[in-house]
T-cell receptor, first 113, second 116 residues
Framework: DAGVIQSPRHEVTEMGQEVTLRCKPI?????LFWYRQTMMRGLELLIY????????DSGMPEDRFSAKMPNASFSTLKIQPSEPRDSAVYFC???????????FGPGTRLTVL | AQKVTQAQTEISVVEKEDVTLDCVYETRDTTYYLFWYKQPPSGELVFLIRRNSFDEQNEISGRYSWNFQKSTSSFNFTITASQVVDSAVYFC?????????????FGTGTRLTVIP
């Protein structure tokens, strides 16, 4: 089985541009999580979905960030407009109701110039 | 409130030495999971182990072993006969089952460097 898939793996953009990160969870998993990793703050949860519905977005830094999950096999995290302080590695993870373990994608390294 | 503390920020050992990574957690839930993840230099997060709060048996997997002690709220990870490939950042994490959401709370990680 394929693991969690994220794209792109690397993204370099300029301040003010829109950035869209993509995630495909493991088939059959009904929870999907978005995390951000920075040197200063470590790994922090941004938002998670259950059965495609956003459950907790309290970790989303501000209105510039938005996430969607239109179906069970796809989610996006969008930053508009991007700022240099958004530079980080963004991880997507998924888990199932009977799995109890989150499996992470390879991450997207975002650099905002 | 939940919290995971990894007091060791960085550890360096010489190849073939044993090394223990410490993890102390705080939770008010009686039912929870503890995890260790490995983040090698390539950057991905690799799941290593999960223990639930009702199972205090220690676990061994090859050169890896884990010691879970509820009395001290600790879940320590030992690598025996370390190898260069063990060089990575290791994260301890807690999930409180009572939330129903499998949310993971991570420690700040311990960077292990194994010197050849």
């Amino acid at each position: 089985d394929a693991g969690v898939i994220q794209s792109p793996r690397h993204e370099v953009t300029e301040m003010g541009q829109e950035v869209t990160l993509r995630c495909k969870p493991i088939s059959g998993h009904d929870y999907l999580f978005w995390y951000r990793q920075t040197m200063m703050r470590g790994l922090e949860l941004l938002i998670y979905f259950n059965n495609n519905v956003p459950i907790d977005d309290s970790g989303m830094p501000e209105d510039r960030f938005s996430a969607k999950m239109p179906n069970a096999s796809f989610s996006t995290l969008k930053i508009q407009p991007s700022e240099p302080r958004d530079s980080a590695v963004y991880f997507c993870a998924s888990t199932g109701q009977y799995t109890d373990t989150q499996y992470f994608g390879p991450g997207t390294r975002l650099t905002v110039l | 409130a939940q919290k995971v503390t990894q007091a060791q920020t960085e550890i360096s050992v010489v190849e073939k030495e044993d090394v223990t990574l410490d993890c102390v957690y705080e939770t008010r839930d009686t039912t929870y999971y503890l995890f260790w993840y490995k983040q090698p230099p390539s950057g991905e997060l690799v799941f290593l182990i999960r223990r639930n709060s009702f199972d205090e048996q220690n676990e061994i997997s090859g050169r890896y072993s884990w010691n879970f002690q509820k009395s001290t709220s600790s879940f320590n990870f030992t690598i025996t006969a370390s190898q260069v490939v063990d060089s990575a950042v290791y994260f301890c994490a807690l999930s409180e089952v009572g939330t129903g959401a499998n949310n993971l709370f991570f420690g700040t990680g311990t960077r292990l460097t194994v010197i050849p």
